[in-house]
């Protein structure tokens, strides 16, 4: 056995998290394959198939509309096991609602509003393609301007371009800047609590994108005083597919901003259906909806289990299995010509790394068909993605034997060219 092996062995062996990988849904029909994409869809926990269920029988199927009674505390109520479990601030700061764009769009509004004259908006160019969209939109229906950073695609965004990007505006003019925590192509962190005082330096709003980093690294949101941050809970949240996501409103800002979607879960006394928009003074206010309960209950789950485990274990296995794959890729990839597209650096890296080949693309479908899911990102990057809760080393060990054997004789060029429709 060679040593490589051995240290796979050797780490799942003394690995804190090992039991977790048990509370997962593992199908018998692919019992061999290895997912690697846990940071796009995360897999789901068992805990969520049962409370799906009994939401089923005994909620919506037995209590009917009466299950409101419970259910109207959802957003609230799973906001809280994120802000404590997985973000890391107080109860009443965080919500589970809407998807992640939407909670952009009602937090990049709430805060452009919060900055009245002001008329610039900062993002870079390695911003989530939504999250560029959202933000074009804003500026373009307030005629603000979005000015992009030029960013290292491999390395993300620096506190010092953020510094220089305020100083090329004129002083008092940037409204609100807003970023990833985590790169969702490469897995950099961004500095957040250098770029956070940057922002406050210039008297600007600072809005995190978390989509990458919850349940993944811990996000210094308190520690930054960031003001406002929003996520989404499929992806290391294991919330299933287009589970709602959250935000985040630093408690001190909430009775201030007023978003703009004015809808009756925000109200005072919702049930009076009165006529005039009052909203509530909590973070409630920031609610529009009704909650979608069965994505809700799921994401609530998957916020549990990640709470329970402890986000400072997951990162730090995160860091491991990261270091271990470039360990791998050192030996046997860097010899055959793909390149480390992400932060060597553990303390720079959330839980995935990203690998760069001119044809990533054909790889990626060789891979998959060798019974490995990564995926692919543009221009040219394998994007693989580690899930603490249920990855194993030796599952790294051999997809890099697969991955080897497919560079290596060149098979993957018998894949097409053309992109499918989801990379
Ligand atoms: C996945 C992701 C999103 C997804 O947005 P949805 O509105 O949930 O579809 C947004 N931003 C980033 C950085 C992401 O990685």
Redesign the pocket.
Known sequence: MDDLLTRARTLDAADPLAEYRARFFYPDAEPDLIYLDGN?LGRPPLATRDRLRKLLDEEWGTDLVRGWDRWITLARDAGDVLATGVLGVDPGEVLLCD????N?YKLAVAACDARPGRSVIITDDD??P??QYVLQGVADARGMRLEVIKTDLDLGVTADQVRAAIAACPAGEVAVISL?HVA?RSGAIADMVAITQAAHDAGAIMLW?L??AAGAVPTPLRESGADLAIG?T??HLNGGPGAP?FLYVRRDLQESLRQPIWGWFGQANQFDMGFDYDPVPTVERFLISSTPVMGGYAAWEGAKLTAEAGVDRIAAKGAQLGQYAIELFDEWLAPLGLRLASPRDPAKRGAHVTLHHEAAWQICQAWKHAGVIPDFRTPDRLRIGFAPLYTTFAEVYDAFVRLRTIVDSSSYRDFPLTRSRIT
Do not use: I, P
Not at 99 to 102: H, L
């Open positions: 796009s998807t992640a764009s939407v952009l911003n989530f939504s999250d990833q969702y994108d989509c990458h989404c499929y992806k996501g």
